[in-house]
C-alpha cells in the first residue's frame, strides 16, 4: 500500500521562500520504504509571487491505493505534484466516482480548521467569545462540525499548576483548550507597554481613522466620489492673502521673527482680589431692549384690539401695575389726525431711571428637569377605600342646608335648614323619621353628641335648642340622656356670663316635641355649636358678641362660662383637641390655640388667609386643616411651627367646609363651586415623616344657586363615606 501525506507549511507574509514536502511512504511485509519529496520554489525579492489562499485537495488528505498482492516490485514511483489534483471536483472526475463521504467530511474539517495539525485542531473550542461560565453546570464545551459535543479540557490542579511553572515560568493555562500556552517576547512587550501606559502604534488612534482615497482601487472602495475640480486648481483667494503679506514685509509694516516688547504692567494697587476676575465682573452689560410695539398701538388697529365699553370699565378698575397694556387703542383715519401719547414723556423719564439707577448682572441658569420636581405619587386605585360614586339622594327641604351631621352610631343623619326645620333621616335609606320646626328661624349649625350612651342634637337657630330623639333611642341611651333634664336649670353663672343668657327648660308641648333644653342669648346672634370628644361641654360662637362671642357650657351642671376677658376678633368657629384640654379659637386671620387646663395661649397659627370658614382637627391632634374664603386650603402640622405645611389651592369659589375622617386616613373640602375634593392624608406616628397628601377625587353633583354650592360635609364614622348638603336643597350620600 502506499500513503501519501503532503504537507504545507506556509510563513508569514512577506518571506521569500515557501516550502512544500511530500512524504510518501511505502510498507510491505518484508521492507520499509521512506521517500521524501521537497518542493522548494524560490522568489525574488522584487518580483512577490501571489499565492491563492484557497486550499488544495493535495492538503492533509492521505490517498491509499491498493498493489497486487503478487508485485515484487518495490521500486517506488516517482511523484509529480502538478499531475496531483488540485481541487475535490477535479479528483472527482479522475476517479470518475464521488468520493467516501469519510474523507469528504475530512476535507471541509481541514477547511474549517485551517492548520497543520488536523488531529489537535478538531478538539478546539469552538464557542468564540462565549464566557465559559454558562458551561459551569455542563460536561461539554459546544459542539463539533459533526454535531457531537466537545468535551470539558482537563483543568489543572494546584500540583500541576506548580510543576509547569517551574518547567516554563512564562506559560499561561489556557481553559477554552485545556493546554498551556507560552507567551512570546511580542506578547510580553505589549504586557509591559500597557503597564507603564505607553502607546502601541498597532492600536495608536491615527491607526483607526480610515482615508476615504485609500481603498480607491479596491472592488469595493469606502467611496467613489470623484476627486473635485477645486482640488487642482489654486486658491485665487489664497495667492491675494500672499500678495499682500508679501507686500507688508516688503514694506516693513510686518516684521517676522521679532519679539514682542512688554511694557510694565500697570495695575490698581487699591484693587481687591485678582485684577482680571474683576475685569470680568466689570464687564459692562448692555441693557435690556423694549418690546418692539404690537398691533393695538398701531394708528388704525383691527376691530378685535378695540375695546367695547365693558372691556373699559374693566381696564379703569384694574390696578396699573395688573392693567396689560398702559393705553386704550383708538382708531383714527390717518396718521395726520393721530394725537401725540400723553404719557409720552413720563415713560421715557422712568426708562432713563431704569437704565440709570437698576443694576444689572448676568446669571447663570441652572436647568432643572421638570419631572424631577413633580413628587411620584401612587395611584389612587391603590388608596381604596375612598368615596367615588354618588349613591342616594334626601330630598325635602326647600331652601339651603346650611349644616348636617351623622350621629356617633353612623345611622341617623341630622340636617338644618333656611326653611326654618331640622329634620332627621336615616343614612341607608334615606327615609325622614323626624322633623323639627322653627318658624321664622334659619338653622345655621347642627351637631350630635359625641357620646355614644347619650342621644342628644343640638342646633344653633335664634337660640340653642337640645333635641333628644326618643323615638331613635334605645332603652339605655334614653334612660342615660333623660336623667341631665330632670330638674329646672339654676341659671348661677359667673358675673361675666349672668344676664348674657339663659338656661330655660321647654313648655310641656316642646317637651312632647322631643325638646329637651333651650339657650337663650342676649344681644348676640349664635352662628356655631361643637361638642367636647366625651360629650359633656360644648362651646358657641356668637360673632357679633364681643367679649362674649365664645361661651363654653357644660351640660351635667348646666353653667356657663366665658374663658376670654377681651375680644381677639371676629371669631367664627372654635373647635375642641380630641386628646388635649386645648382650644382652637379661628377669627378672621388667624388661630389660636389655648391650654384650658393652665388658662394661657399655646401657639397662634398664622396661614396666611383673608378670611377662615372653617376648620377641623385630625383624630390624632397633631393636626388641623383650616378652609378660606380665599379658595385655599391650609394643611397645619402643630410640631413643624406656625406656618402652614402645604397651602392648596384647587378650588374655583370660597371654600365652605373642611373634614377629616375619625379612622381612614382621607380628608375632604367643598367649594361654592358645587365641587368636593377628596384627598388621601396619611399622617404617621414617626415624627421625622410628614404627612402624605395625595389627591383622590372630585365629586359632583351639587347645583349651584346664587353663587352658592356644597355648604357643608360631613364623614361617616365608621364607612368611607361621605355626605354633603348644598344650595340646591338636597342632601347627597357618596360611596
Known sequence: SKNIKNQNKRTNEGEDNEEEVLQNTTTSSTTTTTTTLATTQQSNQGDKLTTPKKKNFNENLDVVEQSSADSSNDEIEQFDPDQFPTSLKEFEEKQQKPLPPEVELQYLKDLFYDSEDSENERQ??????????????????????????????????????????????WSIFNEKTGKRELISEADLDYIKRLQTGAQIALYSP?????????????????SNKPAPKTRFIPSRWEAKRVRRLAYAVKKGWLKLDEAKKEGPSLFDMWEEGDPKKSQIINRHIPAPKQP???????????????LDEEEKKAWELLDPEERPFNFIPEKNSSL???????????????????????????????????????????????????????????????????????????????????????????????????????????????????????????????????????????????????????????????ERVKGKIEWEKPAQKEWDNDMRLKINF????????????????????????????????????????????????????????????????????????????????????????????????????????????????????????????????YHKFAVRSTRYHSNYPLFASCSDDGCIHVFHGMVYGDLLQNPFIVPLKVLRGHEVVNDLGVLDIVFHPSQPWILSAGADSTIRLYT
Open 124 to 169: 478546539l473550542n469552538t464557542i468564540g467569545n462565549v464566557p465559559l461560565e454558562w458551561y459551569e453546570d455542563y460536561d461539554h464545551v459546544g459542539y463539533d462540525l459533526e454535531g457531537k459535543k466537545i468535551s470539558k479540557p482537563k483543568r489543572e490542579d494546584a500540583i500541576d499548576r506548580l510543576l509547569a511553572q517551574e518547567q516554563n515560568p
Open 206 to 222: 491615527e491607526n483607526w481613522h480610515i482615508e476615504l482615497n485609500e481603498y480607491t482601487d479596491t472592488i469595493h472602495p469606502v
Open 292 to 306: 418692539l410695539p404690537g398691533h393695538n398701538e398701531s394708528y388704525n388697529p383691527p376691530e378685535e384690539y378695540l
Open 336 to 494: 395726520r389726525t393721530t394725537p401725540a401719547y400723553q404719557k409720552f414723556q413720563r415713560e421715557r423719564f422712568e426708562r432713563c431711571l431704569d437704565l440709570y439707577l437698576a443694576t444689572r448682572s448676568k446669571r447663570k441658569r441652572t436647568w432643572i428637569d421638570p419631572e424631577s420636581l413633580v413628587p411620584k405619587l401612587p395611584k389612587p386605585s391603590e388608596l381604596q377605600p375612598y368615596p367615588s360614586q354618588e349613591t342616594l339622594r334626601y330630598i325635602g327641604h326647600t331652601s339651603y342646608v346650611r349644616s348636617i351631621d351623622v350621629d356617633p352610631s353612623g345611622q341617623w343623619l341630622a340636617s338644618g335648614s333656611d326653611d326654618g326645620t331640622v329634620r332627621i333621616w336615616e343614612v341607608a335609606t334615606g327615609r325622614e323619621v323626624s322633623r323639627y320646626a322653627h318658624t321664622n328661624e334659619h338653622i345655621y349649625s347642627v351637631e350630635w353628641n359625641p357620646n355614644p350612651d347619650l342621644l342628644i342634637l343640638t342646633v344653633a337657630a335664634n337660640a340653642l335648642v337640645m333635641y333628644h330623639p326618643s323615638l331613635l333611642a334605645s332603652v339605655p341611651q334614653r334612660a342615660n340622656t333623660e336623667q341631665f333634664f330632670q330638674t329646672d336649670p339654676p341659671n348661677n353663672h359667673n
Open 522 to 649: 342676649k344681644d348676640a346672634q349664635l352662628k356655631f355649636v361643637t361638642w367636647h370628644h366625651k360629650g359633656d361641654y360644648f362651646a358657641t360662637v356668637c360673632p357679633n358678641g364681643n367679649n362674649n362671642s365664645v361661651l363654653i357650657h357644660q351640660l351635667s351642671r348646666q353653667q356657663s362660662q366665658n374663658p376670654f376677658t377681651k375680644s381677639k376678633g371676629v371669631v367664627q368657629c372654635v373647635r375642641f383637641h380630641p386628646q388635649k384640654p386645648y382650644f382652637f379659637v379661628a377669627t378672621q386671620k388667624h388661630v389660636r390655640i389655648y391650654n384650658l387646663a393652665q388658662q394661657k395661649l399655646m401657639k397662634k397659627l398664622l396661614p396666611g388667609a383673608k378670611w377662615i370658614s372653617s376648620i377641623h382637627v385630625h383624630s390624632g391632634g397633631d393636626n388641623l386643616i383650616i378652609g378660606s374664603f380665599d379658595k385655599r386650603v391650609y394643611w397645619f402640622d402643630l410640631d413643624l411651627g406656625t406656618k402652614p405645611y402645604k397651602t392648596l389651592s
